[in-house]
């Protein structure tokens, strides 16, 4: 069946270092793929997206390029922030429109 | 996109009795999903709310244990019924939002419902 594979956290960084979030997924064809950041206490927000092979989704200096030969969607940033502390999910739609999602990674950005 | 609330933002209940939880679109929309996130843990789908007929539900959620209202394209409910202790989740609603053409597969969500049961 269709799934999504995050790297565990939680990841603590410094503020301005290099973020790289790993992603990969299993599934039947070709779905489309999400990023989704919950900052505390707060529901769920598309942070962007891709729906074909080769596609960059970028948001608020997050990137994420849909890489079907390694079935990858990695999220990344050049530069985090304190405010970027949150917990990402990386998510597939299946082909009954149903969101699968990763397990979630929190990242914690130090002053 | 669409602005999604929630009511209520939070509730402790007793173990034994039923809450509902109302969503509500500032728009209509086709599909609205209902999602339990538990401590720290990612999201799993409830069931899909459909409009004028009974939900989905995914494998190992019941209709008895969370019936599901959608009496219009703006509104749906959510009740956890009997509680227990496990159900102590975040509850969250999402929809989706059509494109110019057809299906935009993007998925919004409410706020959430935290949840405790004692």
């Known amino acids: 069946g269709n799934s999504v594979t995050q790297m565990e956290g939680p990841v603590t960084l410094s503020e301005e270092a290099f973020l790289t979030i790993n992603c990969t997924y299993t599934?039947?064809?070709?779905?489309?793929l999400f990023w989704y950041v919950q900052y505390p206490g707060e529901g769920l927000q598309l942070l962007l997206k891709?729906?074909?092979?080769?596609d960059k989704g970028s948001n608020k200096g997050f990137e994420a390029t849909y890489r079907k030969e390694t079935t990858s969607f990695h999220l990344e940033k050049g530069s985090v922030q304190v405010s970027d502390s949150a917990v990402y999910f990386c998510?597939?739609?299946?082909?009954?429109?149903?969101?699968?999602f990763g397990s979630g990674t929190r990242l914690l950005v130090r002053p | 996109s669409a602005v999604i609330s929630q009511k209520p933002s939070r509730d402790i209940c007793q173990r034994g009795t039923s809450l509902t939880i109302q969503c509500q679109v500032d728009?209509?929309?086709?599909?609205m999903f209902w999602y339990r996130q538990q401590p720290g843990q990612s999201l799993t789908l409830i069931a899909t709310?459909?409009?004028?007929?009974?939900?989905?539900?995914e494998s190992g959620f019941v209709i008895d244990k969370f019936p599901i209202s959608r009496p219009n394209l703006t509104f749906s409910t959510l009740t956890v019924s009997n509680m227990s202790p496990e159900d102590s989740s975040i509850y969250l609603c999402?929809?989706?939002?059509?494109?110019?053409?057809?299906?935009?597969?993007?998925?919004?969500f409410g706020p959430g419902t935290r949840l405790t049961v004692t």
């Open positions: 999402s929809v989706e939002e059509m494109a110019d053409g057809g299906p935009s597969y993007e998925q919004y």
């Open positions: 599934a039947t064809g070709y779905p489309s």
């Open positions: 891709a729906t074909k092979a080769d």
């Open positions: 998510a597939l739609v299946d082909s009954s429109y149903k969101l699968i």
């Open positions: 728009s209509q929309v086709t599909m």
């Open positions: 709310a459909n409009q004028g007929s009974e939900a989905t539900y």
